[in-house]
């Protein structure tokens, strides 16, 4: 299929023809494997069925999270310290199996089918988690509010309670990180305004997850802490049902990149030919090494990347010898011998990504609060207004109200104005730098948590004898440590996703998504460890430990500041590891560098 086959019969309809018949830029195809046409695909009305559909499936995602703590406790039995070690684990697994779904949607499945795949797999998982519930774990019939705890389970109805809500995770976690890929590729960003539309879609597509969770924060999480699970559980079905629905319905004018084949494949090819010419000198500058001749995008629709310094022995991947003679023979070169730059910088680009990954991982064990300590905390302070009940859980609300006015903060006051400061960038602030300020927010928000819990800690062991019993403190003591865990997602979350988008290659895009979610898992995990270790360390024999059972005998403050000291040591890291990045160089169309320089975190 050509593109621009227009006939001139004036000048305003051969602009029409033109912009329904332009193709992009960037590579992209259309469900029949043909170049996308600009006009008939993509762009907002393709991204908006999408943010849509993130939207609905994070509302049955956190219809099941958001309270499964009060689920652990309260149906199954669990003490505090097990059901926030279980919940960690579990939301960690979730993002474990993103790692799955970008395999599968950069190698083999592509994005839209990934999607689609692992959404069906979700809804199985909601299915039987739903009437598992409502058959075998809500027995007696009423139990599962503050009052009535439920009675005992079968190991056979434990299992299947398991099964389901892991059978939720791998449906979420595949698909979590292919999705914000694919509605990024609606855009082309060789496109200036579409360029521009998909920098601003990763804020709108974080403002959409964020919005889906508000109903199950609020409504959902109300009626769930007043005992009626199955009924949460079955709206969060209904809701993933209408999503994948929806994402289905667009399916004839979304834009699709062709998979790139296996990628560690890629890594282990570059690995192994530099191994193999060890002893070989590598030239000076990238020019005399090896890069395949043609279009930008002729690999397959990948663009090539321009060589950089650093990790010189990989270099050696792509040095052309004697044995070689590619100018003499027709054949491709064996990739086990000899690689091209793209390849080797392929694998560049993820070493360097990795020290930014890691330092991220601190955060998410700050974020990962939320679910866990901070809802036990608000469950052990006032949580009536009059005669009406709020939800611990529903208090992750002024979380969400949070990430959606500093989005409108960030993209319509701040940016605008840091980008006036600064004459010499146009941008605002680097993704790197609004990390860097995500971390110190995270750290603000630990020390707001432990102040609060210190004086929760006061008024209970003032006015209450044998500390049993809620604190008269109010909840909304939380607001704050709320609202400062939401600035801080905008800077961090946001930035990570534009960031691992911008800086990994076109064969790797959905696992540059899966980095921002793995080290929210690796966050869930550290977080789990920690508070094991922590309450191991602190128990003794005349004190419970700083998280133990009934928190008013306990310390949860010291773990609160614990945290902030860790996470301000984790933000030097950083600093160190931003300074020393260097941005990713992708050729452009003329073989110009259209890449970033150094990242830094100085404004």
């Known amino acids: 299929m050509g593109c621009l086959n227009v006939v001139k019969v004036n000048d305003t309809q051969t602009t029409n023809l033109k912009e329904e018949e332009e193709c992009t830029l960037d590579g992209a195809v259309d469900l029949h494997g043909r170049p996308a046409i600009r006009g008939r695909t993509g762009t907002w009305s393709t991204a908006t069925l999408l943010l849509v559909n993130q939207g609905l499936a994070t509302l049955a995602f956190f219809g099941v999270g958001v309270n499964l703590v009060l689920f652990l406790t309260r ?46 797999i979700f809804v199985i998982g909601l299915v ?38 892991y059978l939720i995770a791998l449906g979420n976690g595949g698909y979590q990180p292919t999705i914000a890929t694919f509605g990024a ?40 802490d007043e005992g009626m699970w199955a009924l949460g559980f079955w709206a969060s079905t209904g809701s993933a049902v209408i999503a994948l629905v929806l994402f289905l319905a667009g399916t004839p004018r979304y834009r699709h990149f062709v998979p790139k084949g296996n990628p560690l494949s890629r890594f282990c090819q570059v690995v192994v030919a530099s191994a193999r010419k060890w002893k070989v000198q590598v030239p000076v500058n990238g ?19 321009l060589h950089t310094q650093g990790f010189m022995f990989l270099d050696r991947a792509a040095v ?9 023979s027709k054949d491709r070169p064996n990739s086990w011998h000899l690689c091209t730059v793209t390849q080797v910088e392929e694998v560049k680009c993820i070493l360097r990504l990795l020290p930014i990954w890691l330092c991220t991982i601190l955060y998410s064990v700050v974020f990962t609060q939320m679910a866990s300590l901070f809802v036990e905390q608000g469950a052990a302070m006032k949580t009536t207004i009059s005669s009406f009940h709020i939800p611990p859980a529903s208090m992750s609300s002024f979380d969400i109200l949070s990430v959606a006015a500093f989005i409108f903060i960030y993209r319509r006051v701040l940016d605008p104005l840091v980008a006036r400061l600064r004459k010499s960038s146009p941008t605002g602030f680097t993704e790197l730098q609004r990390m860097g300020i995500g971390l110190v927010i995270a750290i603000m928000a630990m020390i707001a948590a432990g102040t609060v819990e210190v004086f929760r800690l006061k008024y209970t062991r003032q006015n209450c004898s044998n500390c ?19 600035a801080s997602e905008v800077f961090m979350y946001v930035g990570q996703l534009e960031f691992f988008n911008k800086q990994t290659p076109d064969g790797l895009k959905s696992f540059g998504s899966a980095l921002c979610m793995t080290s929210i898992s690796l966050g869930n995990y550290v977080s789990s460890l920690l508070v094991t270790i922590v309450i191991k360390i602190s128990a003794t024999d005349k004190m419970p430990g700083w998280i133990p ?55």
């Open 75 to 120: 149906v199954m039995g669990q003490d505090n310290a097990e059901a926030a070690n279980n919940v960690s684990k579990w939301t960690g697994t979730v993002y474990i199996f993103s790692l799955l779904g970008a395999f599968l949607s950069d190698a083999y499945w592509g994005r839209y089918k990934t999607c689609a795949i692992f959404q069906a």
């Open 128 to 165: 039987s988690l739903s009437l598992s519930s409502y058959i075998f774990l809500l027995k007696p019939k009423g139990c599962g509010d503050e009052q009535t705890p439920c009675g005992n389970h079968t190991s056979l109805q434990i299992s299947l309670f398991y099964a389901s809500i």
């Open 185 to 224: 590729d609606q855009f082309d960003e060789d496109h200036p305004k579409e360029g521009h539309s998909k920098v601003a879609f990763f804020s709108f597509f974080y403002l959409a997850l964020n919005l889906g969770s508000l109903f199950s924060n609020t409504i959902l999480g109300y009626f769930e």
């Open 287 to 305: 020019e005399e090494l090896h890069e395949e001749d043609g279009d930008e995008f002729d690999n397959n629709g990948s663009r090539k990347i």
């Open 320 to 328: 052309i010898t004697s044995k070689e003679n590619i100018h003499e």
């Open 468 to 486: 049993e019993g809620s604190s008269s403190l109010s909840i909304f003591w939380q607001v704050p440590q709320y609202v400062l865990i939401g």
């Open 549 to 603: 059972g009934n928190l008013n005998k306990g310390h949860l403050d010291r773990f609160y500041f614990l945290l902030a000291a860790l996470t301000a040591a984790d933000l030097v890291v950083y600093i160190i590891c931003a300074n020393w990045y260097k941005y990713i160089k992708f050729e452009g169309k003329n073989g110009e560098d259209n890449g970033d320089k150094h990242g830094d975190l100085r404004v």
